[in-house]
């Protein structure tokens, strides 16, 4: 896969110094990528719903790689998690959303219902620089 670095970065941090009340001045630069997310309410929105919205001509439809955002509850505090998912439709019966993580009873790697509640979701392939690093050299 060939990358033009130059076309990666769209924007320039610029970092300021100084004391308080004189002249600030340019202390360092730096470059960045930005982008928006688009997040969907699972209780609204469907993972097929987020498809036929997406920017994305590449999106297959048949497994689609989401990028999971879970509530988890404990007895002392709530805590919230990034996760890799994934959602797939067959015979256009849709099955739920799973989560890549450790399974325990398998010892092993798997997609499984996530352990907690999915407060919302995002279409990985939307991602512009996601779908720069994850091109085949082919295309």
């Not at 340019?26 to 987020?50: E, G, L, M, Q």
């Not at 999971?68 to 994934?86: C, P, R, V, W």
């Not at 996530?114 to 779908?131: C, H, K, N, Q, T």
Request: hydrophobic share 35%; proline share 4%; charged share 30%.
């Amino acid at each position: 896969m060939k990358i033009n670095e130059k076309e990666i970065w769209n924007d320039e941090l610029i970092i300021h110094g100084g004391k308080y009340g004189k002249e600030l001045k340019i202390v360092n630069k730096h470059k960045v990528y930005r982008h928006d997310i688009i997040w969907y309410d699972p209780k609204t929105t469907t993972v097929a719903d987020a498809y036929y919205l997406s920017k994305s001509e590449d999106l297959q439809r048949d497994m689609v790689e989401l990028m999971l955002l879970i509530k988890h509850e404990s007895e002392d505090e709530n805590t919230l998690q990034f996760a890799t998912g994934i959602y797939m439709e067959r015979d256009n019966i849709p099955e739920p959303i799973y989560e890549f993580r450790y399974c325990d009873e398998m010892e092993n790697w798997m997609y499984a219902p996530p352990e907690g509640e999915i407060i919302a979701f995002s279409l990985v392939w939307d991602l512009p620089l996601m779908r720069i690093f994850n091109e085949d050299e082919e295309l």
